[in-house]
């Protein structure tokens, strides 16, 4: 099964992005920051800081982490750096970043504000231990998303905060990595053609000059994340399963363009090597596979869309049997996604009753169930 609803859509669209692009563009006789670092299986970036040699490789490993949304991961890299040099203040900068997460609507506002009072006390003292003008503005960006009033008003102080930053060096590929992401922020999860392309043609140009850097093909993905723009975001998504293979999300984030354009095969590809990724850190930190989750549920509507019955079947046996093994909310719920799409994608009837489960399940674990029951009785339309 392909779908192609979106030639013209995409044409059109592409040239309202161009148009934006180009007022995005860098001046003249600007180029990317200096020397990239590159880490194999997570990307490359420039970065340049005043932190000592020895906080270095877990500092860029934290930010190469952060942009592929690995919270957990880039937050121990981070404390790395804090260890290997505790005046470092973009270190506590980091770590205080991996508890925003703009795109999931998430933010822990009290354990980045612990994560920033391990480098000074007050918003001052931590300012003063930021020792050039650049750092001083990250460290105030931070405090920005941090600091007073409700969560949208913090997140739009934080995205003036960084825009001004990336005026002041137009040339500053990390901060224009992360305005964009912060314009994606600013709108509560709530999709707006407008904000969404200008975030795109602020972040192209880290894109074009850094073709390696996992926040620029990751954000872009998200900017054209429906029908009518992933087109657009083709490319970045070729990009960054091969930018980041050791980044699970970023293997996932992959398949939002090939489902939006119906390219099923890749969906399931995108997912299983998430998946493996996934489990196989989950191996490393002594956890158990995570077999009712996120990548699952993707990789089974991907065989479902290929006419693969019998492996998005597999899936979800191996999701059921989790249910006997004190499941997560999270888990509950992923089931009964999954059982829901099974039943109702096959129209298999009587898959009602192989996978049965007493606790309460979500609303839309209830909806599947009933709509079994009255659907056979149903005259064809």
Wanted: charged residues 20%; contains cysteine; aromatic residues 10%.
């Amino acid at each position: 099964m392909t779908r192609h609803p979106w030639p013209a859509a995409a044409i059109l669209a592409a040239g309202l992005f161009g148009t934006i692009q180009a007022q995005q563009a860098l001046p003249a006789g600007t180029a990317a920051q200096t020397a990239l670092t590159h880490v194999a299986g997570l990307g490359s970036i420039a970065f340049p800081n005043s932190g000592k040699a020895a906080a270095q490789p877990a500092f860029i490993r934290g930010v190469l982490l952060l942009h592929s949304f690995e919270y957990d991961a880039a937050a121990e890299a981070f404390r790395q750096a804090e260890a290997a040099d505790p005046a470092f203040a973009l270190a506590y900068w980091g770590e205080a970043m991996t508890f925003n997460h703009p795109l999931w609507q998430q933010q822990d506002r009290d354990a980045a504000q612990k994560a920033l009072a391990k480098l000074a006390p007050t918003p001052e003292a931590r300012a003063a231990r930021a020792p050039t003008p650049r750092e001083k503005a990250y460290v105030a960006a931070v405090e920005a998303l941090y600091g007073e009033g409700s969560k949208h008003d913090r997140d739009a102080a934080y995205m003036r905060a960084m825009g001004r930053l990336l005026e002041e060096d137009p040339g500053d590929m990390e901060a224009r990595a992360f305005y964009a992401l912060s314009i994606l922020g600013s709108r509560d999860g709530v999709r707006d053609f407008a904000t969404y392309m200008r975030a795109a043609a602020t972040v192209q140009p880290v894109f074009d000059a850094i073709p390696d850097h996992p926040g620029a093909a990751h954000y872009l993905i998200h900017s054209f994340d429906d029908p009518i723009h992933a087109p657009l975001g083709l490319p970045a998504a070729r990009r960054y399963s091969q930018i980041a293979p050791a980044a699970a999300h970023a293997q996932h984030m992959t398949s939002h363009i090939f489902v939006a354009m119906g390219l099923w095969s890749d969906v399931v590809t995108a997912n299983v090597r998430a998946s493996d990724e996934q489990n196989a850190d989950n191996a490393k930190r002594g956890l158990p596979p995570n077999v009712c989750g996120h990548y699952s549920s993707w990789l089974q509507y991907g065989y479902l869309m290929l006419g693969d019955s019998t492996k998005a079947a597999a899936l979800l046996d191996a999701c059921f049997a989790r249910m006997s093994a004190k499941p997560s909310n999270s888990e509950v719920g992923y089931f009964a996604s999954m059982r829901a799409r099974q039943v109702l994608d096959t129209h298999d009837w009587s898959l009602a009753s192989r996978w049965t489960f007493v606790p309460p399940l979500p609303a839309d674990g209830r909806f599947a169930p009933g709509w079994i029951t009255i659907s056979p009785t149903l005259s064809p339309r």
